[in-house]
């Protein structure tokens, strides 16, 4: 559960007012957030604005950092860690494109006080959104068929986490990792237009789709069998 308050680093915002720049703006960071609180209830997101775009920044589990872009219809200056749930409820209580007051600042995980580096990136490849798609189905889909090949008596946990970090730590574009592109899919971000555009920072990984973008470090992450259920 979060508690009130700011993320660290962040300056209260309270009574802050966002007005996406009409119903199509408004229609799909309504999407977006409630594909986030569809996997996780209690999830929460970081707005960050300085001008006409604000980016809404979250932290699915699928041990990822995603980002939707909103254009606004107004300039703020806004960096506030919401809880995804009442920005939903907020956007349903007005017309779409509307402007909302942002509900109270919570203290958010660790993943708002560390997000992707916005620059430093160094292209990694290109691949088409379909493709990307079509890979994502095939990762699930070979995932359940070994689980469900393997004995009841094994089918632990354990093994069944081991299973997935196999399945989600193949590349896909780049070397951006099949999990990545799994939370963009899951989040609408994906897309079946165009192409999805991999770069690189450090230990960062991005994937740049349609709807927004994906960042994931490198490291392995327990519980993945559970999001393939």
Do not use: N
Request: charged share 20%.
């Amino acid at each position: 559960m979060t508690a009130e308050g700011p993320t660290a680093g962040q300056a209260p915002t309270r009574g802050a007012v966002l007005a996406p720049a009409g119903s199509h703006e408004a229609l799909g960071l309504a999407s977006y957030l409630g594909r986030l609180t569809a996997l996780d209830s209690r999830a929460a997101v970081r707005i960050q604005a300085r001008g006409a775009v604000a980016g809404v920044f979250a932290g699915p589990p699928f041990e990822v950092v995603a980002l939707r872009p909103v254009a606004l219809a107004a300039p703020v200056d806004v960096d506030a860690t919401v809880s995804a749930q009442r920005l939903l409820e907020r956007l349903d209580e007005v017309a779409p494109g509307e402007a909302i007051t942002l509900p109270p600042p919570v203290v958010g995980p660790a993943w708002a006080g560390l997000l992707p580096p916005r620059t430093g990136w160094a292209p990694a490849g290109e691949v088409a959104a379909v493709a990307v798609a079509a890979a994502v189905r095939s990762g699930i889909v070979s995932f359940r068929e070994k689980a469900d090949r393997l004995p009841e008596a094994e089918r632990t946990v354990d093994r069944l986490d081991a299973m997935a970090r196999e399945v989600w730590r193949t590349p896909i574009v780049g070397s951006v990792p099949l999990r990545a592109a799994h939370a963009a899919e899951a989040l609408g971000l994906l897309g079946r237009e165009g192409d999805v555009i991999a770069s690189a920072s450090g230990a960062w990984r991005r994937l740049r789709c349609a709807g927004g973008s994906v960042a994931v470090r490198d490291f392995d992450v327990p519980g993945l069998a559970l999001l393939f259920g």
